[in-house]
């Protein structure tokens, strides 16, 4: 199953559950590293407060970084009420939700931002509001935590609750785990929890991923020839098993981590051209090799060659007839993810006649890629040159969507 269809199914049983009633039931998720599962969540409870238009809370809870007592809550002798022997009380656990240690997802109405997040644990961020009453439980590194760790957690899973304290009815408990043969510190499974909750085998790949994508901020969106290499190379970023030894090794996670310092040492010159690295710089070799390990690396900059033949934003602005356009489709495919970077309402009609020379299988992917955030496709449609488009490549517009 991919991220996709796994949020959708998560929000649907989630919605269910609240109609009947009764508590979501759990559920696993288990895939390789770095795929995305936990950014995953944060989204399924961002489609949960948009369905429910309220608030919606999230606690993470990361069960390889605690001990036992951690689970239930720290043993308290006090004094009886009425004076006999002291009785034991619990402390809050941490997995209870509460302001300081819950994420909170608020619903804006604004169509542009429709949601705004509320930071656990930052006094600026803590979720001044009425607690909210529908919400998710994340056990992070479920399958990393200790023996002694998951049983205690294993009653959350099916219950939703460890000795007095409960979790409210409308709250679902989704753990996250690697696989035993990821070899990253997973234990085996033990027999009496597999059937406490649903396991989903989550598989990495490249389309859930384009569509996180669209969804981030500008300044933290990944560069376009990042992107593009990801869309060219899916077997070495989307793999589905950790390579043998203990070199790094490409997963979307260090794909954007390593695109994110790449952009932190551009020159400002760089910046404003629009340009990632200079190919001839050691440290940015460095830099990608430290990231997703020397193999990945050497395909990256390779890929990277394509910026040379890429054409000037202004140059196809002024001449979209005659702007430089890349021979081959793997270069044309580059060039597309750069229109869609730069697209605006002011220059959509000169860069759509500039993708209309283009192959019709890569016009047709730089038509669809814009067109995939709502906010450019409101101001493409309405255009003469998307209609000419339209009417030119009809067949293969259609067999891309069917």
């Known amino acids: 199953m991919d991220l996709i269809r796994c949020k959708n199914f998560l ?41 429910l238009n309220q608030p919606v809370g999230l606690v993470v809870f990361m069960l390889a970084t605690i001990t036992s007592p951690d689970v239930r809550g720290f043993m308290i002798p006090i004094k009886a009420p ?17 302001p300081e240690s819950m994420w909170v997802c608020e619903p804006t109405g604004d169509p542009d931002n429709p949601v705004r997040w509320h930071e656990a644990g930052t006094e600026a961020g803590t979720w001044a509001g009425p607690m909210p009453t529908v919400g998710v439980l994340f056990l992070d590194e479920w399958g990393q935590a200790d023996d002694d760790v998951k049983k205690p957690s294993a009653e959350l899973l099916l219950n939703g609750r460890v000795g007095n304290w409960v979790l409210p009815k409308t709250y679902r408990v989704i753990a996250a785990s690697n696989r035993t043969s990821d070899r990253s510190g997973v234990l085996r499974e033990l027999m009496f929890i597999i059937n406490r909750r649903g396991a989903l085998q989550i598989e990495g790949r490249l389309q859930p991923w384009l569509i996180w994508v669209e969804t981030q901020r500008e300044h933290l969106r990944p560069h376009y020839l990042t992107v593009s290499f990801a869309q060219a190379h899916p077997g070495v970023v989307f793999r589905d098993t950790v390579p043998e030894g203990y070199d790094q090794f490409c997963t979307p996670r260090s794909l954007c981590l390593m695109d994110k310092d790449l952009r932190a040492i551009r020159t400002q010159k760089q910046v404003d051209a629009g340009e990632l690295l200079d190919l001839d710089d050691p440290v940015a070799h460095e830099l990608a090799a430290a990231w997703i390990g020397p193999g990945a690396a050497g395909q990256y900059l390779a890929h990277l060659k394509y910026a040379d033949q890429m054409p000037d934003v202004e140059d196809i602005i002024k001449n979209p007839a005659t702007a430089k356009l890349p021979a081959g489709q793997d270069g044309q495919m580059v060039c597309a993810f750069k229109l869609v970077e730069h697209i605006t309402p002011e220059n959509v009609s000169p860069f759509l006649r500039y993708i209309g020379r283009m ?12 067109n995939a955030d709502d906010r ?6 309405p255009t003469p040159e998307y209609r000419d488009f339209q009417r030119k490549n009809k067949q293969v517009l259609f067999a891309a969507h069917s």
């Open 11 to 51: 929000l649907q049983t989630h919605l269910a559950a609240l109609d009947r009633r009764e508590r979501p039931n759990a559920y696993q998720l288990l895939s390789s590293p770095g795929v995305g599962k936990s950014d995953s969540i944060f989204q399924y409870v961002a489609m949960l407060a948009l369905a």
């Open 359 to 370: 192959h019709q299988d890569m016009g047709v992917f730089a038509v669809n890629t814009i």
């Open 82 to 98: 009425d004076g006999g022997n002291p009785i034991t009380v619990f402390s809050v656990p941490p997995w209870m939700p509460r």
């Open 376 to 381: 450019r496709a409101r101001f493409v449609f």
